[in-house]
């Protein structure tokens, strides 16, 4: 980490605060700042800084550039220009100044920080050319030097482009800690020799390199052992030699012959080898797996109303849906039309991931809960899912997928929106009851002793004196006491518009079990309680003054509530939201956005929502330990959140490795499995 002091000389305030932030961050000291020319000058003078960061526009008659002249001639402190202007007039004005750099506004963090890496090293960068220059100008290969336990002594810039790391920050560590090797047909690690005096070179070609950030490389690998010094512990020259670029064609090749181009998703040649593959291994092991088949109910319509793009487009949000729900080892595939297949290896009940079953429940419901929109037109669509326990019963992967169409035909011709399995004696059965049936069992449960409250705890990351907070969460209690979750009746409450109603349940039942807790001296009493409030509640015009009526009654301090909308439902009602949270905030109730980059994932709406949290929707986070794209979708969210002044919330913190990976982003609070599974609220009552 850098220790360099640098002075900031930037007109706008905002900005100049940011880039103090953006440079603290990465290590740097900021020794002071200046808005214009005659303070800029006194304050280098007094502070003597080792690099300036310059606005070339600064009010007044004299601009940047002049005040960056009279430092590099008076003071010899090297500048580097921050500006939005390109002309060639300014450029050629700026040499006068001999600058280290030119960073164009706006810029991202990273350009910044190499821009001062490259300003700060340069001295460093000229010692290691004197050293190695026999090597670095021999080969265009990227080489590093390690001691013989791979400890880093030195990258050059080729190895520091591979690695995504640079020389000071590798030195030191192991090479292990820094990349991965795996043989490019097999998948077998392959391990790094430690070679022992006298050993000759070792070769490898077909390696796959995978640095810390994920992204792989194909290489051709050379190991050399140089003992030239013996005074010295012996060096290790690691080469490289990238020939991806080999692999381009040929990789492509197999993926198009493997995967759905609309997709991305397996196509039915593939499937058909994987999972004939599962077959055969689970008749020698006790793992488990099943088979989820799912169908979108009504694709025709949208097809041949709206027109192919319509459908293809159809197909490939519910393609999302379906691969969002993958975990290590599962894979999926589009079988034809609108039909998709999931094999879904089934883990034990501990490392708390959901079952196949649950897996196309939230399937099917996250279909019916999104209209599919096109031209400003929404249109109501529903999927179907079979789920078929693979086992030796099935020889192959045809009679499996036989078993599922079968299974999926009886799904649909029962009215669609529903999830079928098979029994032990291979018979279709539905785990869900009828639409009338859930309309009697949820007014049962709202008049009656029916629904049971849980709560979730959202666990503080980056401030251990933050008040915790649990999301309280909403359960029915079936006939024969198993607890029932709400993906089984919620939406069926949407849809029959009762979730009003239930809002209004939840509302006082959570603000009673908050006053009896805190009668007991009960540590939830000191956690905000997170309720969840419906689309259908925010068009409510009496749910403002029911709300109130309940804190009043239950003598809740409005401070101790926090009040959950999903972003879809905030923004398709974003005057009525909008009103709503400014007059609860009023009141000292907090505000969370849940779900954010679900649906419309737009920063802009946020100035009309005035929430003091956000949800970072589950989709990035359940595969951000693997996935680089979500990982930076998360780090994007979460510093634009930090420069809005709002908290963040990762939803669906699964493991350890994902919170901790939240926790170095800077994301304000976890929920999730990682942390707990919902609890009964009051087991006793």
Same mark, same amino acid.
């Given at each position: 980490?850098?220790?360099?002091?640098?002075?900031?000389?930037?007109?706008?305030?905002?900005?100049?605060?940011?880039?103090?932030?953006?440079?603290?961050?990465?290590?740097?000291?900021?020794?002071?700042?200046?808005?214009?020319?005659?303070?800029?000058?006194?304050?280098?003078?007094?502070?003597?800084?080792?690099?300036?960061?310059?606005?070339?526009?600064?009010?007044?008659?004299?601009?940047?550039?002049?005040?960056?002249?009279? !430092?590099?001639?008076?003071?010899?402190?090297?500048?580097?220009? %921050?500006?939005?202007?390109?002309?060639?007039?300014?450029?050629?004005?700026?040499?006068?100044?001999?600058?280290?750099?030119?960073?164009?506004?706006?810029?991202?963090?990273?350009?910044?920080?190499?821009?001062?890496?490259?300003?700060? @090293?340069?001295?460093?960068?000229?010692?290691?050319?004197?050293?190695?220059?026999?090597?670095?100008?021999?080969?265009?290969?990227?080489? /590093?030097?390690?001691?013989?336990?791979?400890?880093?002594?030195? /990258? $050059?810039?080729?190895?520091?482009?591979?690695?995504?790391?640079?020389?000071?920050?590798?030195?030191?560590?192991?090479?292990?800690?820094?990349?991965?090797?795996?043989?490019?047909?097999?998948?077998?690690?392959?391990?790094?020799?430690?070679?022992?005096?006298?050993?000759?070179?070792?070769?490898?070609?077909?390696?796959?390199?995978?640095?810390?950030?994920?992204?792989?490389?194909?290489?051709?690998?050379?190991?050399?052992?140089?003992?030239?010094?013996?005074?010295?512990?012996? $060096?290790?020259?690691?080469?490289?030699?990238?020939?991806?670029?080999?692999?381009?064609?040929?990789?492509?090749?197999?993926?198009?012959?493997?995967?759905?181009? /609309?997709?991305?998703?397996?196509?039915?040649?593939?499937?058909?080898?994987? %999972?004939?593959?599962? /077959?055969?291994?689970?008749? $020698?092991?006790?793992?488990?797996?099943?088979?989820?088949?799912?169908?979108?109910?009504?694709?025709? !319509?949208?097809?041949?109303?709206?027109?192919?793009?319509?459908?293809?487009? %159809?197909?490939?949000?519910?393609?999302?849906?379906?691969?969002?729900?993958?975990?290590?080892?599962?894979?999926?595939?589009? !079988?034809?039309?609108?039909?998709?297949?999931?094999?879904?290896?089934?883990?034990?009940?501990?490392?708390?991931?959901?079952? @196949?079953?649950?897996?196309?429940?939230?399937?099917?419901?996250?279909?019916?809960?999104?209209?599919?929109?096109?031209?400003?037109?929404?249109?109501?669509?529903?999927?179907?899912?079979?789920?078929?326990?693979?086992?030796?019963?099935?020889?192959?992967?045809?009679?499996?997928?036989?078993?599922?169409?079968?299974?999926?035909?009886?799904?649909?011709?029962?009215?669609?929106?529903?999830?079928?399995?098979?029994?032990?004696?291979?018979?279709?059965?539905?785990?869900?009851?009828?639409?009338?049936?859930?309309?009697?069992?949820?007014?049962?449960?709202?008049?009656?002793?029916?629904?049971?409250?849980?709560?979730?705890?959202?666990?503080?990351?980056?401030?251990?004196?933050?008040?915790?907070?649990?999301?309280? %969460?909403?359960?029915?209690?079936?006939?024969?006491?198993?607890?029932?979750?709400?993906?089984?009746?919620?939406?069926?409450?949407?849809?029959?518009?009762?979730?009003?109603?239930?809002?209004?349940?939840?509302?006082?039942?959570?603000?009673?079990?908050?006053?009896?807790?805190?009668?007991?001296?009960?540590?939830?009493?000191?956690?905000?309680?997170?309720?969840?409030?419906?689309?259908?509640?925010?068009?409510?015009?009496?749910?403002?003054?029911?709300?109130?009526?309940?804190?009043?009654?239950?003598?809740?301090?409005?401070?101790?509530?926090?009040?959950?909308?999903?972003?879809?439902?905030?923004?398709?009602?974003?005057?009525?939201?909008?009103?709503?949270?400014?007059?609860?905030?009023?009141?000292?109730?907090?505000?969370?956005?849940?779900?954010?980059?679900?649906?419309?994932?737009?920063?802009?709406?946020?100035?009309?929502?005035?929430?003091?949290?956000?949800?970072?929707?589950?989709?990035?986070?359940?595969?951000?330990?693997?996935?680089?794209?979500?990982?930076?979708?998360?780090?994007?969210?979460?510093?634009?959140?930090?420069?809005?002044?709002?908290?963040?919330?990762?939803?669906?913190?699964?493991?350890?490795?994902?919170?901790?990976?939240?926790?170095?982003?800077?994301?304000?609070?976890?929920?999730?499995?990682?942390?707990?599974?919902?609890?009964?609220?009051?087991?006793?009552?």
């Amino acid at each position: 980490m850098a220790n360099e002091r640098i002075y900031i000389v930037e007109d706008e305030r905002i900005i100049a605060i940011d880039l103090q932030r953006r440079l603290e961050r990465l290590g740097y000291v900021v020794c002071g700042s200046a808005s214009d020319a005659e303070e800029a000058l006194a304050g280098i003078r007094s502070t003597k800084p080792d690099l300036i960061l310059m606005d070339i526009v600064l009010p007044g008659a004299v601009d940047g550039i002049d005040v960056a002249v009279q !430092v590099r001639r008076e003071l010899n402190v090297p500048v580097i220009f %921050l500006s939005a202007y390109t002309d060639a007039r300014t450029l050629e004005r700026a040499k006068a100044a001999n600058p280290l750099g030119y960073i164009l506004k706006p810029f991202k963090e990273r350009e910044l920080e190499m821009a001062l890496f490259k300003s700060i @090293a340069d001295e460093r960068i000229r010692e290691k050319e004197q050293l190695f220059a026999a090597i670095l100008n021999s080969t265009t290969d990227a080489i /590093l030097v390690t001691g013989l336990d791979t400890e880093i002594r030195f /990258l $050059n810039p080729e190895a520091e482009q591979i690695l995504e790391i640079s020389d000071a920050e590798a030195r030191d560590q192991r090479l292990t800690d820094l990349a991965t090797f795996s043989d490019m047909e097999s998948g077998e690690p392959v391990v790094i020799p430690r070679l022992a005096d006298g050993m000759q070179p070792v070769k490898a070609r077909g390696v796959r390199l995978t640095n810390r950030k994920q992204n792989s490389f194909v290489v051709e690998m050379s190991i050399t052992r140089e003992d030239s010094d013996p005074r010295k512990q012996p $060096n290790v020259i690691v080469s490289f030699k990238d020939i991806t670029a080999l692999h381009a064609v040929t990789d492509s090749l197999k993926f198009q012959t493997s995967h759905d181009t /609309l997709t991305g998703l397996l196509n039915r040649n593939e499937l058909a080898l994987r %999972l004939n593959a599962t /077959l055969a291994s689970l008749a $020698n092991r006790e793992a488990k797996a099943s088979l989820i088949y799912v169908d979108i109910d009504h694709f025709k !319509v949208v097809n041949d109303s709206c027109g192919t793009q319509a459908g293809d487009l %159809l197909i490939k949000e519910t393609a999302v849906r379906v691969r969002s729900r993958m975990a290590g080892g599962d894979y999926a595939a589009r !079988v034809g039309g609108d039909d998709f297949a999931f094999v879904r290896h089934e883990r034990p009940a501990r490392d708390g991931l959901p079952t @196949a079953i649950e897996i196309a429940k939230e399937i099917v419901d996250a279909v019916a809960a999104s209209p599919f929109s096109w031209n400003g037109k929404n249109y109501r669509v529903t999927a179907s899912a079979a789920v078929i326990p693979l086992d030796a019963g099935f020889r192959n992967e045809h009679e499996a997928m036989i078993a599922a169409a079968e299974t999926l035909a009886a799904a649909r011709d029962s009215g669609g929106n529903r999830v079928f399995g098979l029994d032990g004696d291979g018979r279709a059965t539905n785990p869900r009851a009828s639409v009338s049936e859930w309309l009697g069992r949820i007014q049962d449960a709202l008049s009656g002793d029916g629904f049971r409250l849980y709560y979730q705890p959202i666990r503080p990351l980056t401030d251990e004196l933050a008040r915790p907070k649990v999301e309280i %969460l909403l359960r029915m209690a079936g006939p024969d006491g198993t607890i029932i979750p709400p993906s089984e009746f919620i939406p069926i409450a949407e849809r029959y518009n009762i979730m009003p109603t239930v809002d209004r349940w939840v509302i006082r039942n959570a603000f009673a079990a908050f006053s009896r807790l805190r009668e007991k001296g009960d540590p939830l009493s000191n956690a905000i309680f997170c309720v969840n409030l419906s689309g259908a509640s925010l068009l409510d015009g009496g749910i403002i003054g029911y709300i109130i009526d309940a804190l009043d009654g239950y003598a809740i301090p409005p401070g101790s509530v926090c009040l959950e909308v999903t972003e879809t439902n905030a923004i398709l009602n974003l005057e009525e939201a909008s009103r709503f949270i400014r007059i609860l905030r009023e009141r000292g109730c907090t505000f969370a956005l849940d779900d954010f980059g679900s649906g419309f994932s737009s920063f802009s709406y946020l100035k009309n929502l005035p929430v003091d949290y956000l949800k970072i929707d589950g989709c990035f986070i359940r595969n951000m330990d693997r996935d680089p794209v979500d990982y930076t979708m998360v780090q994007a969210i979460a510093s634009m959140c930090r420069v809005l002044g709002l908290k963040t919330i990762g939803e669906f913190a699964e493991n350890a490795d994902i919170i901790e990976k939240l926790r170095d982003i800077g994301v304000d609070y976890a929920q999730g499995y990682g942390i707990s599974k919902p609890l009964p609220l009051e087991p006793d009552v």
